[in-house]
């Protein structure tokens, strides 16, 4: 079983940076990618970015290509998320997700992210 836990959240102002991290721990820890979602209140969960882990390919949700960063140290079995030019929009709870395969298993607990305008 892999367990994840998120860090990086906090309340900043429209157009301050944050960055997530996110660190994976178990026995059966071997990704295909590592990627976040968010969820912003009264809303489904949707999909922020991902990384395949092997290969560092990276993949984008539109509204945040050019100023979110994702990346990942397999050292550290850790993931980032550098945010930058957030907006208030972006104010959601961060989820990390860990993908053994081509679907998201395992989910942290999430770290909230509020941007004031």
């Known amino acids: 079983q892999v367990q994840l836990v998120e860090s990086g959240g906090g309340l900043v102002q429209a157009g301050d940076s944050l960055r997530l991290s996110c660190a994976a721990s178990g026995r059966t820890f071997s990704p295909y990618a590592m990627g976040w979602f968010r969820q912003a209140p009264g809303k489904e969960r949707e999909f922020v970015t991902r990384i395949t882990w092997n290969a560092g390919n990276t993949y984008y949700r539109d509204s945040v290509k050019g100023r979110f960063t994702i990346s990942g140290d397999n050292a550290k079995n850790t993931v980032y998320l550098q945010m930058n030019s957030l907006e208030p929009y972006d104010t959601a709870v961060y989820y990390c997700?860990?993908?053994?395969?081509?679907?998201?298993?395992?989910w942290g607990r999430g770290t909230q992210v509020t941007v004031s305008s």
């Open positions: 997700a860990y993908y053994p395969d081509s679907i998201p298993r395992s």
